[in-house]
């Protein structure tokens, strides 16, 4: 398994990143069954990592609530899938994590 972070962009709170997706650093990540991903806030706004694609909502998979700058969400993906996910504050920002 492996582990690797994602970072929210910076500024990535104003629209705009979405048009190259480059609100969550990197949009797409590969990961084998069983790794954890890490997303560390090194943007001045909270963010949330949500599971799931707008308009239809949070899947319920995983879900980092707020978190605010400086801080981190950790979530182990333990089946293999494609995991869509955005920021309930900033629903624009959107990425994905695929387990293989």
């Known amino acids: 398994s492996t ?7 910076e500024g990535s709170g104003s ?18 069954v069983g790794s ?5 806030n090194d943007d001045t706004a909270a963010h949330t990592v949500t599971g799931g694609v707008m308009p239809e909502g949070p899947s319920g998979v995983f879900d980092s609530g707020l978190f605010m700058a400086g801080s981190t ?13 955005f920021c309930m504050v900033h629903p624009w ?3 994905v994590v695929i387990v293989e």
Do not use: Q
Request: one cysteine or more.
């Open 73 to 85: 969400y950790k979530f182990t993906f333990d089946e293999a899938g494609e995991y869509p996910y």
């Open 15 to 32: 629209m705009g990143c979405e048009l190259n997706n480059e609100c969550y650093l990197p949009y797409e990540v590969t990961v084998e």
């Open 3 to 9: 582990s690797l972070t994602i970072t929210p962009a």
């Open 36 to 40: 954890t991903v890490t997303w560390s």
């Open 93 to 95: 920002m959107i990425g």
